[in-house]
DNA sequence: CATGAATGAGAATTCATTCAT
DNA sequence: TATGAATGAATTCTCATTCAT
């Protein structure tokens, strides 16, 4: 069942959609009005009737970027009941991030935190909540998986630390040298991990 | 034996210095002419006079800042002749990039690779050829490991591509939490990754 | 006899009604539309409907604002038959004029002729002649008031020039200090100009 | 003995004193950047080498304007030593300001607080402060002619308030006709006031 | 040489107005 | 008819760079 949005709603969506794989890509200061209205093809007044500054466009984007990933996540983890397949299809699935059409540029969040405070505070804040989040996810999921006897005693909060940190390392080095490789071999060691370490 | 360098030398190094740290933590758009007046204490025509262009500083400034960086890690290898002390030294060394002043903005080529190539396709470029580099260093370091039979005979860029990806990821973490526990735990698992997995 | 209006003619005068303190206040150039907007609550396009143009608008509000000026004149001279009285009257009700909820801004004829002629040559036109028949109507008082020997053979026109002047000049003092002393002054000056000066 | 100025300081000068008589014509609100650019013959960013916003260029333009105001009616009280001849004085000079090319617009403090406190606080502000200053130079004067017995033992504040609210009033009746003789008119009210109302 | 002055392209934003449904 | 959507010119301001003394 599918709301219906107005036009205007239906525009800021759209606006929203071309606008996030930009930022995402270029970042806060490295993308101006101009490169939006260009991706857009929208004039200037169009942006700043659905979105208030360049602010507001860049947080709009990063949620919706961030949507995106959250929601490849929720994927994994609904479609795989036993909790080593779930932190595999995690991990697999972080591996494939790049392919989004949305998040060629990599992670929002690390994008946001590479930034850094300067460029926009509310926006680092933004990424510290999705991250937050994320690795709360993570977090349950380990802990359930030792309820279940599935995984062995370990903290859950220093896997989740060496499972995001090694992926999205691994993200940027693929963005640098625009080569997946050094994914995949991030993926194997994780993988290799969970199974002798983090699994039962 | 120290190169004496003339004054104009020594006030070219003098902004290089000043300036680094700041391209290091705003990155490349994210630093402006002003920000660098303002931290150097110099007037306009003085740059310009050292530095053809802000592009041109940007690179001295990516420089200084990898050369540092470098040294950091020469050291820990110079002073660790066994080759698992040697990687457990660059492990630490490394974590502990975020104390230096002039990096306290984190990795330098890692920031260049998430500012990504719109931003300056030769700094980008610069941080491709700095991370060979460094890639290189471990490598190297590896391979020496094996043939002195101090290490498995595990693939060298696939270790190389772990530990970078990992604690790279580490830093992006305790930047965006202001926080460094995150840099602790992947540090904690690298080193029994490399005790357990890597060492002979 | 009240004329009855349709819907449309209400909501006209309503926006009008809502509109005229703003540009009283704010002058032309310092009311944007969306200060419009804001004040009526009514979409753009509804305001369009209504007044072809911003100038439109602020004319009619200046005609509303000074309708409502000249109304308060009539009815001090209405309600005085004696004509010393009048003109006493009149200074009193001037000096009145920032209580009035539809003109704390001021006199819309003072106002507009502040704004000068870049702002809308129309507009001061329209002053003028505000400002024509409200000195002809002190003029006719004043020639009455010779007639009847209520008064001095005075200049009809120096008196309205004088009577004029001071009381703007003191209500702008008003404003500049948010202090009505300086109005109460300047009438208590005019009072006894008028007593000694032009009254027989 | 003229300071001399360097050639940055010179062309400040320049721009405030092509720039005020626009901003006292025009008002805040009715100024334009582009104005300026136009009136000066310089590129934008000369403008803001010099000031750092419109805000404080207008700033810079009323007290340029101002200091104008108060030399002139300095020199009014400067060169006449008998206080009714000074306030004499100070009437002529006043109902003159038109045609001081800096001050055609009016009087700078009067159009300053016609356009009100929403264009510009620290500039209504600023006008405030001059109107103060101003009105205690014709306090003053007053004080000194009572002490002399050049004066009636009139009330200061009354006849400082009565004299200003009365030119002031009549120089924008003069703006707004184009016509000087309301001006002419309310000089030689006030000057009989002078004479018989608070000279001795 | 050294440096403050000048430059103008481009940034973000607001505005009054017109259009389409 | 009513109204939200679309428009683009104009506004204020910043930037990297070049010039002139």
């Not at 071309?18 to 093809?41: I, K, M, R």
């Not at 009737?49 to 507001?56: G, I, L, N, P, V």
């Not at 036993?82 to 972080?94: D, F, G, P, Q």
């Not at 998986?145 to 090694?166: C, F, H, T, W, Y």
Request: with cysteine.
């Amino acid at each position: 069942m599918t709301t219906t949005l107005t036009k205007g709603e239906r525009t800021k969506q759209r606006i929203v959609e071309q606008v996030a794989p930009l930022f995402n890509a270029q970042g806060y200061f490295g993308t101006s009005l101009s490169d939006v209205l260009e991706v857009t093809g929208l004039p200037k007044g169009t942006i700043y009737r659905y979105f208030e500054s360049k602010d507001e466009l860049a947080l709009a984007a990063f949620d919706f970027a961030y949507a995106r990933l959250r929601e490849r996540f929720a994927k994994a983890i609904r479609e795989n009941k036993n909790t080593v397949k779930r932190l595999l299809a995690i991990i697999t699935e972080y591996s494939n991030l790049l392919e989004d059409p949305y998040l060629y540029g990599g992670c929002p969040i690390f994008n946001t935190a590479v930034e850094g405070d300067d460029a926009h505070p509310v926006l680092l804040q933004r990424a510290r909540e999705a991250m937050d989040e994320w690795r709360k996810m993570i977090h349950i999921t380990i802990r359930n998986g030792k309820k279940r006897k599935e995984m062995k005693q370990v903290n859950e909060d220093e896997v989740a630390s060496v499972l995001i940190s090694s992926i999205e390392g691994a993200i940027v080095m693929a963005k640098l040298y625009n080569d997946k490789k050094h994914i995949r071999r991030t993926v194997e060691h994780l993988k290799s991990y969970v199974q002798s370490t983090v699994a039962a």
